[in-house]
């Protein structure tokens, strides 16, 4: 007879294409990861992946299982986290991380309502991990996907990052790419950090190389930066869902569409957290919050 526990490793591997990567969340060696799977799949009588260069690709009887097998799993496991959370009463206090631009836009509305207190960390991505390592936060949104182990990771959304400069910009009309080039780095920067985040990434994606500019202002905070784009101090790169009450006031506009670049945001918590009811509220709360103003 199948072990319950074949059934969770085989759902991990499936879900992160690595037995690897799936021992790491559930906190298992990885023999004993792969021993789940060879026994799981003696069980069943025939192969459930394909090994394919490091990747593990599920066989048609692998999607088959899946199906089969996911929502009887989480409900399994829902069922036992009710019964955990009537006896043990569960977090009375949810600790989040995140950048204060996102918490702004997609948090801080929605506060009413959470079923819980909660305290807030702004930080840098690395900061927030290591506060999330240290069970000082629960929950954190980050743009960064770090390969540690015990930390789970559940996409939320794709940002994007675009040029922009103030609405009366007079701005360089050419499809040369080479002279866009030379035309941007001549203007007047608004960076995020001296290292230019974002700003190295437009040029090393279109224009294969790094950028030469000493940026003119250094603002760490994406709505004071834009704010000063609209009062004309110069042009910065700033992510898409921070533009829509700029463009309704027409005092800022996107310059070269084309030369947008895409960052991943990521939910980011601890496995023995992931089924605490206030957790997966929250999540729930800001996942509705972003879909709806994609």
Same mark, same amino acid.
């Given at each position: ?10 759902? *991990? ?51 088959? /299982?899946?199906? =089969? ?10 069922? @036992? &986290?009710? $019964?955990?959370?009537?006896?043990? #009463? @569960? ?8 950048? *204060? ?6 948090? &801080? ?6 079923? @819980?207190? !909660? %305290? ?18 629960? &929950? %954190? ?5 770090? =390969? ?23 701005? &360089? *009309?050419?499809?040369?790419?080479? /002279?866009?080039?030379?035309?941007? !780095? !001549? ?19 279109? $224009? ?5 500019? =000493? ?49 991943? /945001?990521?939910?980011?918590?601890? #496995? ?23």
């Amino acid at each position: 007879m199948a072990d319950f526990e074949w059934y969770r490793s085989f759902i *991990h591997i499936y879900k992160h294409n690595s037995v690897s990567e799936a021992a790491k969340i559930r906190i298992m060696t990885q023999p004993a990861m792969s021993q789940h799977l060879a026994a799981l799949e003696a069980e069943v009588g025939e192969a459930l992946f394909f090994r394919i260069s490091r990747k593990m690709v599920p066989t048609e009887r692998g999607k088959q /299982l899946y199906s =089969q097998l996911a929502p009887l799993i989480e409900a399994l496991e829902e069922s @036992t &986290l009710s $019964f955990t959370s009537a006896s043990c #009463p @569960t977090l009375s206090v949810i600790k989040i991380g995140s950048a *204060h631009e996102f918490y702004s836009e997609y948090i &801080l509305t929605k506060l009413q309502q959470l079923k @819980t207190c !909660s %305290i807030t960390h702004f930080g840098t991505a690395e900061q927030l991990l290591n506060l999330l390592k240290e069970d000082q936060l629960d &929950l %954190i949104i980050t743009s960064k996907k770090f =390969q540690i182990p015990g930390i789970d990771y559940v996409k939320l959304m794709e940002e994007q990052f675009v040029i922009v400069a103030p609405n009366h910009y007079e701005v &360089l *009309h050419t499809e040369n790419l080479k /002279l866009k080039e030379q035309w941007l !780095s !001549s203007q007047s920067w608004i960076s995020y950090g001296l290292e230019l985040p974002m700003i190295r990434r437009i040029w090393r994606e279109h $224009f294969k190389q790094r950028p030469l500019i =000493q940026p003119t202002h250094v603002i760490p905070n994406l709505h004071m930066m834009l704010k000063a784009i609209e009062n004309g101090a110069g042009i910065g790169v700033i992510p898409t869902y921070i533009l829509n009450k700029s463009a309704y006031t027409a005092q800022s506009k996107v310059i070269f569409c084309e030369l947008k670049v895409s960052n991943d /945001l990521f939910f980011a918590y601890k #496995p023995k957290h992931g089924h605490l009811i206030q957790l997966r509220e929250i999540m729930k709360i800001i996942q509705e919050q972003v879909e709806g103003k994609l």
